[in-house]
């Protein structure tokens, strides 16, 4: 115990440089434990984009591109299926129901998504919670369109107002539908997946505004007005992806062996868990690259920490033969030492943790409305704490360099006055 009182007598006489490497310590630590953080948010979205569904089906391509352009509007499908297969898969007996996802028009960035009713129906993310609108309704009129929060609220929109869809993807669309312009029906909650940045309209819509455009998204002849389409027959053509729910989780790998299987033309059908599995497998070099730089950054402080130590071993060499003199064999002055290092890393390790959870919990709003990760910020864990306990530990043997050289000071060295 007095060895530890002088321990913290003596970090408190050089209050500026030991606050220094704590934070030093700190910042280290609050990186490791944030980017854990994020990885395992990352990974809970991900896997909350979408809930409750049993296969992700579309023409024939990867398991993960599928999942890709179906779930998280990342990419594009590199062919359509046709309605008639569509609506052979709806009709099983084994499909509980099936939303319909035609993807390929965007707005100033955004994607738009033809569905129909059953997506408002059955769409669920993230335990099981269900799409809820903050105003207004879903689709009635065939120019009617539902936008994520995202959406409205970084353009602006409100119900009732106006807006132009483009053919093609990007923030500047090959053309645009200026012809028929879009009116506001409704606005959906946020819910922290790629729906908040969609736009969604009908299928019969999507049809609607391609009757006058021909292959490569280039109009041909006289424009068709808005209400000679709302006579016209709709009937969707091809979806580019649909969700699948069947009646029983039992049926599910004999349904999947079935669509890939499917004569008519080349489907694949997707496992949404397994395809996240193949995904994490890809990035997983990508998470241990993130892991290794946090963890040598946690080995630069605390090498920084034995730097200042040493540094400070110079001016302390009087005082430590003053201990020896005084009856303090060796193993007190190495004790001396690493208690110090340990008080150090442990108070940056304790630091740092509480940085990190205090940061997340404040830019958690922010991130999630920016990047769609919901983190889950609960309690410090074991994780957290076996964190502490390596820093703690790893600076308790960082502390034996210094003490070495304490140790190998002569008490002579230390009182002799120096000509």
């Known amino acids: 115990m007095i060895i530890f009182r002088l321990a913290l007598k003596s970090l408190l006489n050089r209050f500026a440089l030991v606050i220094l490497t704590t934070?030093?310590?700190?910042?280290?630590?609050?990186?490791?434990?944030?980017?854990?953080?994020?990885?395992?948010?990352?990974?809970?979205?991900?896997?909350?984009?979408?809930?409750?569904?049993?296969?992700?089906?579309?023409?024939?391509s990867g398991n993960v591109q599928l999942m890709l352009y179906a779930v998280f509007r990342i990419g594009d499908a590199a062919n359509n299926l046709t309605w008639e297969t569509f609506t052979s898969i709806a009709e099983r007996p084994e499909v509980d129901w099936i939303i319909p996802l035609s993807l390929g028009d965007s707005h100033r960035g955004y994607r738009v998504i033809g569905t129909d009713q059953s997506y408002f129906e059955h769409f669920r993310y993230r335990d099981d919670?269900?799409?809820?609108?903050?105003?207004?309704?879903?689709?009635?009129?065939?120019?009617?369109?539902?936008?994520?929060?995202?959406?409205?609220?970084?353009?602006?929109?409100?119900?009732?107002?106006?807006?132009v869809l483009n053919h093609g993807l990007g923030s500047i669309g090959l053309a645009e539908h200026d012809d028929l312009p879009f009116t506001v029906s409704g606005i959906?909650?946020?819910?922290?997946?790629?729906?908040?940045?969609?736009?969604?309209?009908?299928?019969?819509?999507?049809?609607?505004?391609?009757?006058?455009?021909?292959?490569?998204?280039?109009?041909?002849?006289?424009?068709?007005?808005?209400?000679?389409?709302?006579?016209?027959?709709?009937?969707?053509?091809?979806?580019?992806?649909g969700l699948?729910?069947?009646?029983?989780?039992?049926?599910?790998?004999?349904?999947?062996?079935?669509?890939?299987?499917?004569?008519?033309?080349?489907?694949s059908a997707v496992i949404p868990g397994l395809a996240l599995l193949e995904l994490w497998s890809v990035v997983e070099i990508v998470e241990a690259a993130l892991r290794l730089v946090t963890a040598l950054m946690v080995v630069a402080a605390l090498a920084g920490m034995i730097?200042?130590?040493?540094?400070?071993?110079?001016?302390?060499?009087?005082?430590?033969?003053?201990?020896?003199?005084?009856?303090?064999?060796?193993?007190?002055?190495?004790?001396?030492?690493v208690s110090e290092a340990t008080f150090i890393g442990l108070?940056?390790?304790?630091?740092?943790?509480?940085?990190?959870?205090?940061?997340?919990?404040?830019?958690?709003?922010?991130?999630?409305?920016?990047f769609g990760l919901a983190l889950d910020i609960a309690a410090p864990g074991a994780i957290d704490g076996l964190i502490v306990l390596s820093v703690a530990l790893t600076a308790a043997v960082a502390g034996l360099v210094p003490a070495y050289f304490a140790y190998k000071n002569s008490l002579a060295d230390g009182i002799a006055v120096q000509s």
């Not at 980017?35 to 948010?41: L, T």
């Not at 699948?244 to 489907?267: I, W």
């Not at 390790?349 to 509480?354: F, H, I, K, N, Q």
Request: proline share 4%; charged share 20%; hydrophobic share 50%.
């Open 129 to 163: 919670n269900a799409l809820r609108f903050a105003a207004g309704a879903p689709f009635a009129d065939l120019f009617d369109v539902v936008l994520g929060a995202t959406v409205a609220a970084d353009l602006g929109y409100d119900i009732g107002d106006a807006l």
């Open 188 to 241: 959906l909650e946020r819910t922290g997946t790629p729906v908040d940045k969609a736009l969604h309209v009908s299928l019969p819509a999507i049809e609607a505004i391609h009757v006058d455009w021909q292959a490569g998204g280039v109009p041909i002849g006289d424009r068709t007005e808005a209400d000679a389409l709302r006579a016209m027959d709709l009937a969707p053509r091809s979806v580019t992806a």
């Open 23 to 60: 934070l030093c310590i700190a910042l280290s630590v609050g990186l490791v434990v944030g980017v854990e953080k994020v990885r395992d948010g990352a990974r809970a979205s991900f896997a909350g984009t979408v809930s409750g569904v049993d296969l992700i089906v579309g023409a024939r």
């Open 244 to 267: 699948v729910k069947l009646s029983s989780p039992l049926a599910t790998f004999t349904t999947q062996r079935s669509l890939n299987q499917y004569r008519d033309e080349p489907l």
């Open 347 to 370: 108070a940056g390790a304790l630091l740092g943790v509480a940085t990190a959870y205090g940061s997340m919990a404040l830019a958690a709003p922010w991130i999630e409305n920016t």
């Open 307 to 337: 730097a200042t130590l040493l540094a400070m071993l110079n001016d302390r060499r009087r005082e430590i033969a003053i201990l020896r003199a005084v009856g303090a064999g060796p193993w007190h002055v190495v004790g001396l030492l």
